[in-house]
């Protein structure tokens, strides 16, 4: 995990009151949206 290694830019912050995963400044989103090179199964 990133979390267990001492060189990855990683941290949670509060951010609008939620605590959100920040990789270097940049909050990180999970997105599960098929992209436009995706098809449906």
């Known amino acids: ?3 267990d290694k001492t060189n ?3 941290t949670a912050q509060d ?3 939620i ?6 400044g940049v909050p990180v989103r999970r997105v599960d ?3 436009n090179k995706e098809t449906p199964l």
């Open 33 to 35: 949206a098929i992209g």
């Open 15 to 17: 951010w609008s009151g």
């Open 8 to 10: 990855v830019l990683y």
């Open 19 to 24: 605590s959100t995963t920040m990789f270097r």
């Open 1 to 3: 995990f990133a979390v």
